[in-house]
Antibody
Framework: QVQLVQSGAEVKKPGASVKVSCKAS????????MHWVRQAPGQGLEWMGR????????NYAQKFQGRVTMTRDTSISTAYMELSRLRSDDTAVYYC????????????WGQGTLVTVSS | SYVLTQPPSVSVAPGQTARITCGGN??????VHWYQQKPGQAPVLVVY???DRPSGIPERFSGSNSGNTATLTISRVEAGDEADYYC????????????FGGGTKLTVL
């Protein structure tokens, strides 16, 4: 079945960068968009952007433009989200999620990766 | 940017019907999707395209969308339905393509 497995929790200092991975299985990796969504502690869901694994093309939410980079490695069916210049309010669980072609919902989601930014 | 408004909380007794609303300007012209998120878990899609259910989601979950309000309805509520619920739309006219509502905590009394 379709499955997304994310990398483990990270602790970073303010100003550093973090790179989270999302390994896909059970489908053709280049067939579906991969999105990244984050959730701060006790807060709601916030969309960060998406990557087309086939072309590498990206769309980022304006809030994260200049700080986020989404990439992929098709040889290992893995997508990456790197966030730079981390601040304490970037502390959140980061999720990857699949969007199939011609639909605009997400299913399934990865298990999430907790990123803690603390000095 | 497009805004989706959900009530912070909804409470219902077991066996009763829960209705969770999602308000947005002319939301009836958009496709609305709903996710369930239990504590410590990733969101799970429970309704897509206003009223369709993914395989494996009970028929007790249904949705509607008209005018300025979309609604997720959970019939015969069970204790296991207690979770946060989020609505989501796609809005390419905003500064971010994907918009989520603020979430609603469903409490089963």
């Amino acid at each position: 079945q379709v499955q997304l497995v994310q990398s483990g929790a990270e602790v970073k200092k303010p100003g550093a960068s973090v790179k989270v991975s999302c390994k896909a299985s059970g489908y053709t990796f280049t067939g579906y968009y991969m999105h990244w969504v984050r959730q701060a502690p006790g807060q709601g869901l916030e969309w960060m952007g998406r990557i087309n694994p086939n072309s590498g093309g990206t769309n980022y939410a304006q809030k994260f433009q200049g700080r986020v980079t989404m990439t992929r490695d098709t040889s290992i069916s893995t997508a990456y989200m790197e966030l730079s210049r981390l601040r304490s309010d970037d502390t959140a669980v980061y999720y990857c999620a699949i969007q199939q072609w011609l639909v605009n919902w997400f299913d399934p989601w990865g298990q999430g990766t907790l990123v803690t930014v603390s000095s | 940017s497009y805004v989706l408004t959900q009530p912070p909380s909804v409470s219902v007794a077991p066996g009763q019907t829960a209705r969770i609303t999602c308000g947005g300007n002319n939301i009836g012209s958009k496709s609305v999707h709903w996710y369930q998120q239990k504590p410590g878990q990733a969101p799970v899609l429970v309704v897509y395209d206003d009223s369709d259910r993914p395989s494996g989601i009970p028929e007790r979950f249904s949705g509607s969308n008209s005018g300025n309000t979309a609604t997720l309805t959970i019939s015969r509520v069970e204790a296991g339905d207690e979770a946060d619920y989020y609505c989501q739309v796609w809005d390419s006219s905003s500064d971010h393509d994907v918009v989520f509502g603020g979430g609603t905590k469903l409490t089963v009394l």
